[in-house]
């Protein structure tokens, strides 16, 4: 033995790291603010509408996103070293 190893390299994934999944965190982190505020001023409909419609646009957002080629891996997707 000569002293070095043979396990692989780490490699980083790179999941939630992309343009979709940034601009989706936003829009729902965006819903669970609103949401609560909402639910504090005791408006369930505004909670229920604004808030949790929210964070489905926000997935809904990220899925189009991905498919437009801005998730991980995707053709416009430009990963930033660190």
């Keep these: 033995m000569s002293g070095t190893t043979n396990a692989p390299e780490h490699e980083e994934l790179g999941e939630g790291h992309s343009p979709a999944a940034w601009t989706a965190v936003i829009i729902m982190l965006l819903g669970f603010t609103l949401g609560t505020l909402f639910f504090w001023f005791d ?28 998730g991980v891996g995707g053709e416009k997707y430009q990963p930033k070293g660190h």
């Design 43 to 70: 408006q369930p409909w505004l909670v229920a509408f604004v808030g949790g419609g929210l964070v489905v646009i926000g997935l809904i957002v990220g899925w189009v996103m991905k498919k437009a080629g801005y």
